[in-house]
């Protein structure tokens, strides 16, 4: 996570889609990636994805949108990589804490922050990201130092606004819709996609050195 | 114990402002404490940032002893082991960046002011419940003033200091003050990088003065 800096976040219904879209991104450059349990069916096109990723020995392939324990335990179970979630939930991290799995929990203020770490959390994401702002993350980095960020939630693939998350200090970004766009989906665009991600991957690389 | 909670709470909202400041060597922290009292300063935060803070701490002190009207408390304090350490080593008052009821605790057990950092309305009901006189607003930047005046109404009398990204401006502390802020918290604002490298104490307490003098006059609008 650390190394690539960004983390795609992404869910569709359609397996065939959610293959295409992680092809894509494993060849724009993603070694990390994020599908999301916001459907129905998530847990179905999560196993087959997770199956499809085999091909790719050095993909890692994690669930989002987790919100409780058994989720987290059913997805650990179905072979998830790693475990994200939008919201602060103690007994998540007692579910990856036990499967020795790592948990990332999504955080909005400094005492979150804290009773995240305080709970294990190696990596917190900052969500929703565009409310809280640069700002935030540039205010809170000398209060508790070696804190490790990843905003998720309105990060934009261009240098202007990852720059101003870098700088602030976060280790990667989380980003969906701004990369996976409504149009790039509907053409089934999958050369726009790849060329989005590497584009990203290397806006990012630049700004780090 | 030195002063009454409300001793505290009067002087902190009496003066509008409550700097804080750290420093990893004594001497430095020491003119820097005695020029604010000069200034004006009458309650001053030390922030446990550093490795050999609680040393600096317990240093600055002993010089407050010679100022009995000074209140030197210390902030980023994380925990509730920690907050006892530095209440024994005679602490006026304790501030946190985070809400941790651990140190709520510790705080009611040995009569001394906690003051935790809130940054949502649930937090700061929260901390209201478990005793917090006052509360303070970080990272207040992000927030807003606009936080603190839609707050307000929702939660009578509360008493917020507001500390991250505030500026000894008329413009910064009018629209905190307007909003409804109790006081606010300063920093890297008065203490800047420049002063701390060439030592410039007579600049310092000329900043602290025209700071002081803004919120007063902000607040008699």
């Not at chain 1, 103690?90 to 979150?112: D, R, V």
């Not at chain 1, 202007?160 to 790039?184: D, H, P, R, Y």
Request: charged share 20%; hydrophobic share 45%; aromatic share 8%.
């Amino acid at each position: 996570m650390r190394s690539s800096g960004m983390i795609p976040v992404f869910f569709n219904a359609d397996i065939e889609v959610a293959k295409a879209v992680l092809d894509a991104a494993y060849k724009g450059g993603v070694r990390v990636f994020e599908f999301t349990n916001r459907g129905e069916n998530a847990f179905q096109v999560f196993t087959q994805l997770i199956k499809h990723a085999a091909q790719y020995p050095d993909l890692m392939l994690g669930i989002g949108t987790i919100m409780n324990a058994e989720a987290t335990l059913k997805y650990i179970g179905a072979g998830a990589h790693f475990i994200v979630s939008p919201i602060l939930k103690a007994e998540m991290a007692t579910a990856c804490q036990k499967e020795n799995i790592l948990w990332i929990p999504g955080c909005a203020t400094l005492t979150e922050i804290v009773t995240a770490k305080d709970l294990g959390a190696k990596v917190i994401k900052i969500f929703p990201g565009s409310v809280l702002g640069p700002g935030f993350v540039s205010s809170i980095m000398p209060v508790v130092p070696g804190l490790q960020l990843m905003p998720t939630g309105g990060v934009e693939p261009t240098e202007a606004n990852l720059s101003a998350w870098f700088k602030a200090g976060v280790i990667c970004v989380g980003m969906g819709s701004q990369l996976f766009t409504k149009e790039i989906i509907e053409r089934k665009d999958w050369a726009r996609l790849q060329q989005n991600v590497s584009d990203a991957l290397a806006i990012i690389k630049t700004i780090r050195k | 114990m030195r002063f009454s909670k409300r001793e505290i709470v009067d002087v902190m909202i009496g003066a509008g402002i409550v700097p804080l400041f750290t420093h990893d060597n004594p001497d430095d922290a020491q003119q820097v404490l005695e020029t604010a009292y000069s200034g004006g300063i009458r309650v001053f935060e030390f922030t446990n940032r550093r490795e050999n803070s609680f040393e600096v701490f317990r240093h600055l002190l002993s010089v407050s002893r010679k100022y009995p009207d000074l209140m030197l408390g210390i902030g980023t304090i994380m925990d509730g082991a920690t907050t006892r350490k530095f209440i024994d080593a005679g602490a006026d008052f304790i501030i946190s960046p985070i809400l941790n009821l651990e140190m709520g605790g510790v705080c009611r057990d040995l009569d001394r002011l906690w003051i935790p950092g809130c940054a949502t309305l649930t937090e700061i009901v929260t901390a209201r419940n478990h005793g917090a006189e006052i509360i303070k607003l970080f990272p207040a930047s992000v927030l807003g003033p606009g936080f603190v005046s839609a707050i307000m109404p929702v939660v009578p009398d509360l008493r917020l200091m507001i500390t991250g990204g505030v500026e000894p401006t008329e413009q910064s502390l009018a629209a905190w003050f307007n909003a409804g802020a109790a006081c606010v918290g300063m920093g890297s604002q008065l203490f800047t990088k420049e002063i701390l490298a060439k030592k410039n104490w007579p600049l310092l307490k000329q900043k602290l003065e025209n700071a002081l003098t803004i919120a007063a006059q902000v607040r008699s609008k």
